[in-house]
């Protein structure tokens, strides 16, 4: 796959200033894969802000035969020094290195270093721990998990090249595409997605940094600006959040802006509201729902323009198989992890436990229903997926965010994150009526902050923590449950 994405001609990656052609960054790749062999380097982590760099120096550990561990930006100190340690970082490239220094992480003696136009510093980390790695991993991606420590997943080349080619053929990349890379290039979908079927593809990638594209942190984002960087750089690809999706698509109905190029806008991460996938095509948005994990290399379904149903995830890609567990769990065989760091290896002929509940149509469109540790029982025994109902209330533009509880309850309870404009009662009222008595709203609170990663309440994704969430809001969720509906 590497060898191939070297093959083309044109424009490769640019940061909207300056650009690198396939032939120059085949060369950079080159020189940086020999100064990291020379130093010795084992594993490699990468902490910079999205850039034709951070493309480079990835696909430089890659070529060397190195372990690539993508470190967020997004992550906390502590997470950052569980990361180091868990996956056995040797390495930092970074254009931060006073941040580690002063964490404690790195030795000092800090080499700077030059490519496509931006400096950066390699550095040797302090006392490098000896981790415990299944045999063939080149990437290590680490999830947000449930608890404050995230889990390195182990992917080796082939599994991550199976997903490439499959979303080349699903997306229909070609040469001519301009991807614009919103989400931080140390997420996988992004890495995959933006950067390597780009590239496969003969394509032309662009990073700008995250100031320019407006993303703030994790979750929040300057939709104007992330608007008119799709314009300026007439991008016709992108990846977005449903979070992003559903601020965009609210930007578009109050502006006159016009992305006549954009034709495919994959949207995953987390559950998406029909509505809101109606909503985005009636503005013309070319928007294709996907689902998939990390421990599956990415992306495992995705609508596509030939094939496409709203409120599905999509058609399995032609790398996976599924099936379903008895209690509707969805069971991925195909390319997926190796193991995790410091765990046990897993038996890759089987089919790996998603975690995720759901069906298959039909038609052969997979259909979520939620995740299966967070399906809860009414007090009448009625199952339901939290997800769903929660999809129903986002779809909303009055509310930005809501997680629902009512386990052992005769009626649910939503804690909503308002947006500053619209009738919150009213959207609970809409999404009631298109739900099934069991599922509705029985009554309902704001939230005292928005669910993010940054105080945890939330994945980079977007997944929502509950077991963070139900604590925070317990006492005043109790307090609703004891008035009278």
């Known amino acids: 796959m590497l060898s191939e994405m070297f ?42 802000d999205n850039s034709p760099l951070w493309g480079a120096l990835d696909l430089a550990v890659l070529h060397a035969g190195l372990v690539c561990v993508p470190l967020p930006s997004f992550f906390s100190p502590s997470q950052l020094a569980h990361v180091i340690r868990d996956s056995g970082i040797d390495t930092i490239l970074t254009d931060r290195p006073e941040f580690f220094l002063e964490l404690g992480l ?27 790695v299944p045999l063939g991993t080149v990437k290590i991606t680490y999830t947000s998990g449930t608890t404050g420590s995230p889990k390195g997943v182990c992917l080796d080349l082939s599994s991550i090249e199976a997903v490439v080619r499959s979303l080349l053929q699903a997306s229909r990349a070609h ?36 100031h320019e594209v407006g993303l703030k942190g994790a979750a929040s984002l300057d939709i104007e600006k992330m608007a008119m ?47 809101l996938l109606e909503k985005s095509a009636a503005l013309g948005l070319p928007v294709f729902e996907g689902y998939g994990l ?47 760091c410091g765990k046990p290896s897993f038996d890759r002929n089987g089919y ?16 979520l229903t939620g995740r299966k540790k967070n399906i809860f029982i009414t007090s009448f025994g009625r199952n339901v997926a939290p997800e769903w109902v929660e999809k129903e209330l986002t779809a909303h533009p009055a509310i930005r965010q809501a997680a629902v509880f009512g386990e052992g309850r005769p009626w649910n309870v939503a804690v909503i994150v308002t947006r500053e404009h619209g009738d919150v009662e009213d959207a609970v009222r809409q999404a009631n009526a298109s739900l099934p008595d069991y599922a509705r709203i029985g009554k309902w609170l704001v939230a005292d902050e928005p669910f993010l990663p940054e105080n945890g309440q939330s994945t980079a994704n977007g997944r929502l923590k509950r077991e963070v969430i139900w604590p925070v809001y317990r006492g005043k969720i109790e307090t609703l449950y004891g008035e009278a509906l």
Not at 310 to 336: C, N, Q, T
Not at 354 to 366: I, K, P, R
């Open 7 to 48: 093959l083309h001609e044109g424009l490769a990656l640019t940061d909207g200033e300056h650009g690198v052609t396939y032939a120059e960054l085949s060369i950079i790749v080159g020189e940086i894969s020999a100064q990291l062999r020379a130093s010795g380097a084992k594993t490699v982590g990468i902490a910079l």
């Open 106 to 132: 790195a030795t000092g003696q800090t080499i700077w270093r030059e490519h496509c136009c931006k400096s950066y510093a390699e550095i040797p980390v302090h006392e490098a721990a000896c981790a415990n």
């Open 352 to 367: 790996w436990p998603t975690g995720d509940t759901g069906y298959l149509d039909e038609e052969g469109f997979l259909n």
């Open 175 to 210: 040469a001519h595409d301009r991807y614009l890379s919103i989400l931080p290039l140390s997420t996988l979908l992004e890495n995959i997605g933006a950067l390597y079927v780009s590239l496969l593809a003969g394509a032309t990638g662009h990073f700008l940094s995250s």
């Open 294 to 340: 990390s421990e599956c290399a990415s992306v495992v379904s995705l609508n596509t323009p030939t094939s496409h149903k709203y409120g599905s995830a999509g058609k399995p890609l032609p790398h996976v198989d599924l099936k379903f567990a008895e209690d509707g769990e969805i069971l991925v065989k195909g390319p997926v992890l190796l193991g995790y």
């Open 229 to 275: 960087a799709l314009s300026m750089q007439r991008a016709t690809c992108t990846i977005l959040t449903p979070q992003l999706l559903q601020g965009f698509a609210g930007y578009l109905e109050s502006s006159l802006l016009d992305l006549p190029e954009l034709r495919f806008v994959a949207v995953g991460g987390a559950p998406v509201s029909k509505h």
